[in-house]
């Protein structure tokens, strides 16, 4: 069965590895901390970030229709990983469930494109988080040079081509990669803890700014709403609203992190649904409406900046909450970076059970009881990627492997209800089989609009982990 690149992982292995027999993770995890760690993972770089970036490039004050679009798409990719999440609670999310369903190549492929989002997603928010802590410094007259808070090289939209920037290294974004990576090493309890207070920390500051920010909108900044496309496919117009969905689609990517940490949850069938669902659905409801409240306070054509919050603070002109936003950003950033990095060595660690990676990513830290060494690999090409790209490369790749990895999912939902209905379901997804479709034809769409230069980057890392399938994953897998 193991030569068959078809072959599916066998359902009574499964739903015995869920059981707490053979695997060294603490159970500790219980449905506040899921809520949070999806939370976390969710809200950071799409409100403090790339809606500045949406709005100034893509879609204007349309912004909210594109957080719309994308949370759609998540909505029933959320329903479909809440499912398989309740019936086959394992900590590889996405690779676990293609595994079982469509095969041990497709399993692989999802994997493949996992790394991109985790990997990628850290390294991306670490560079927003380096705008953010650079812009605070400069606030009390520290200034790091630019050469040091800069990646060599950017992508210049209006150009549609990368550019030089003159920058050397992103040294904060170096910084906090290598950090979280400790604290994730020293353990999943200090880690989750950690995040419950960033958690709350941020997202009382997004009140705070949708609060005040409020009583300063200006209506006309609002018109027009859609601008009128330049021209060029994807800067404004509808096209533009659809890439712009594409591009924030990343910042909703926290909620799958929530599957990853199945084998850590006190009851994972029950818990992981309400982590997925409750952290997405706050998620969702914060971001529209920081999106209405930052395009009415200041015009999109200015905030295409690393810190668009910070920009709308200033417009608004208190000094206080200008501090406290900043201060909130960083925290939130922070925890958007744990979750993405706490995501990636688990499926390393899954996929190396499965044979499909070397046996030395399964080994745990015998006294905290974590991956220790899938960690410091994670860590450390996470350090590379913040160091020297620019968050809206890295951002849209990420999109690429997560809206793939999510129809993986939604397609999963379908087989195994056609051919394993007996199967135990503590949740089903509603409204069956409109919900799956729904997902898959949404997130295929937002596929399409995403620039040539992911297309490319993905059909050379699609060669590149196909070719690491054959060479080591075919010859040493298990199922």
């Not at 399993?107 to 670490?126: D, G, N, P, Q, T």
């Not at 209506?219 to 509808?238: C, D, L, R, S």
């Not at 990343?250 to 994972?268: H, L, M, R």
């Not at 590379?384 to 999963?412: N, R, Y």
Request: net charge positive.
């Amino acid at each position: 069965m193991a030569n068959s690149m078809f072959s599916t992982k066998p359902m009574n292995v499964l739903l015995e590895e869920t059981k707490d027999s053979g695997h060294s993770f603490k159970r500790v995890l219980g449905r506040f901390n899921l809520i949070t760690l999806g939370i976390g993972a969710i809200i950071g770089a799409g409100i403090f970030v790339l809606s500045g970036e949406v709005s100034a490039n893509y879609s204007g004050p349309a912004i909210v229709i594109s957080f719309t679009i994308a949370a759609i798409a998540c909505g029933a990719a959320g329903l479909a990983y809440a499912e398989m999440a309740s019936m086959i609670p394992i900590a590889g999310s996405a690779y676990t469930y293609t595994y079982a369903t469509i095969g041990r190549f497709f399993a692989w492929v999802v994997a493949w494109m996992l790394i991109i989002e985790y990997l990628f997603a850290a390294s991306s928010v670490s560079v927003g988080w380096s705008g953010y802590i650079v812009s605070f410094l400069e606030g009390i007259h520290v200034h790091l040079p630019a050469a040091l808070t800069n990646a060599p090289i950017a992508y210049d939209t209006a150009l549609d081509k990368f550019v030089l920037t003159g920058g050397i290294l992103n040294v904060p974004a170096i910084f906090i990669v290598a950090l979280i990576s400790i604290l994730l090493i020293v353990g999943i309890k200090e880690s989750a803890t950690f995040n419950n207070v960033i958690v709350v920390i941020k997202t009382t500051v997004i009140l705070v700014f949708i609060l005040v920010g409020v009583w300063f909108i200006s209506t006309k900044n609002w018109h027009p709403f859609i601008p009128k496309n330049t021209g060029v496919f994807g800067q404004f117009g509808w096209s533009g609203i659809f890439r712009g969905a594409a591009v924030i689609f990343f910042a909703y990517i926290g909620f799958d992190a929530v599957s990853t940490a199945a084998q850590e949850s006190k009851n994972p069938q029950k818990d992981l649904p309400v982590g997925i669902l409750g952290s997405l659905l706050i998620a969702t409801v914060l971001y529209i409406l920081v999106a209405l409240v930052l395009t009415g306070v200041v015009p999109y054509t200015k905030l295409g900046v690393p810190d668009p919050i910070a920009v709308g603070v200033d417009a608004i002109g208190f000094t206080w909450l200008s501090w406290l936003i900043k201060l909130g950003a960083i925290a939130g950033l922070t925890s958007v970076i744990l979750v993405m990095l706490l995501g990636q060595p688990r499926i390393f660690y899954t996929m190396a059970k499965d044979g499909l990676l070397p046996p030395i990513f399964t080994r745990i830290h015998p006294r905290f009881k974590t991956p220790y060494l899938s960690s410091i690999f994670t860590g450390i090409v996470a350090m590379f990627l913040a160091g020297v790209f620019p968050i809206g490369v890295l951002s849209k790749l990420v999109s690429f492997g997560t809206l793939m990895a999510f129809t993986m999912v939604c397609i999963g939902v379908i087989i195994l209800r056609t051919r394993r209905p007996d199967i135990n379901r503590p949740f089903k997804t509603p409204l069956y089989p409109f919900i799956p479709i729904l997902g898959i034809v949404a997130c295929l769409v937002q596929v399409a609009f995403l620039n040539i230069y992911a297309w490319e980057f993905m059909a050379v890392w699609l060669v590149i982990g196909i070719t690491v399938y054959f060479v080591y994953g075919r010859k040493h897998a298990k199922y």
